[in-house]
């Protein structure tokens, strides 16, 4: 499996995870945190259950980024935290910050509809200045600089990965 651009791809690339793995990862985090972004708003309403579904049965914190917190809100969810993408991810470099709720900083983030030049981008700053973390991406495109991503799939198949997810996860 190869990343959506080879090119920004390095040896240090993301383990693909099935559904099970993911969901493995999730419950054996301690401060999980998942971060929604804003192609929320672009894609059909059930990714974004599927990700409320997922960041419930953990009790997430949810951050939502780029305006994701339109398409929350019309599913009566509200997320805990809105913040730029860029601002959450230099805090969450940051070995010592102690996160939103004071509890520490985070062991696990979660991502899924951050645009992916962003999130690229975001992922390698983690994954070379943040040891102390472990990303997953649950996109339906392979991100080289998380730890565990989702490999490039169809529409079909990625409703597939995340139910499948919530169903691991119960």
């Not at 993911?22 to 972004?37: D, H």
């Not at 799939?153 to 169903?167: F, T």
Request: glycine residues 6%.
């Amino acid at each position: 499996m190869s990343a959506w651009n080879p090119a920004l791809s390095s040896p240090n690339q993301a383990i693909i995870c099935s559904p099970k793995i993911a969901a493995l990862t999730i419950k054996q985090s301690k401060n999980p945190m998942f971060v929604m972004g804003s192609l929320l708003n672009a894609i059909p309403e059930e990714i974004a259950e599927y990700a409320i579904k997922i960041a419930k049965l953990k009790h997430m914190t949810v951050v939502s980024t780029g305006g994701s917190n339109i398409m929350l809100s019309k599913l009566n969810f509200k997320p805990h935290y809105n913040i730029g993408a860029v601002e959450l991810i230099n805090h969450l470099k940051d070995s010592n910050w102690n996160g939103f709720c004071g509890k520490g900083n985070y062991d696990l983030i979660c991502f899924i509809g951050v645009p992916y030049y962003i999130g690229s981008q975001g992922l390698s700053t983690l994954k070379n200045f943040a040891p102390h973390l472990k990303t997953i991406t649950m996109c339906k495109f392979m991100h080289p600089n998380a730890d565990l991503s989702y490999p490039n799939m169809s529409y079909d198949d990625w409703v597939i990965y995340l139910s499948k997810l919530v169903e691991y996860m119960e």
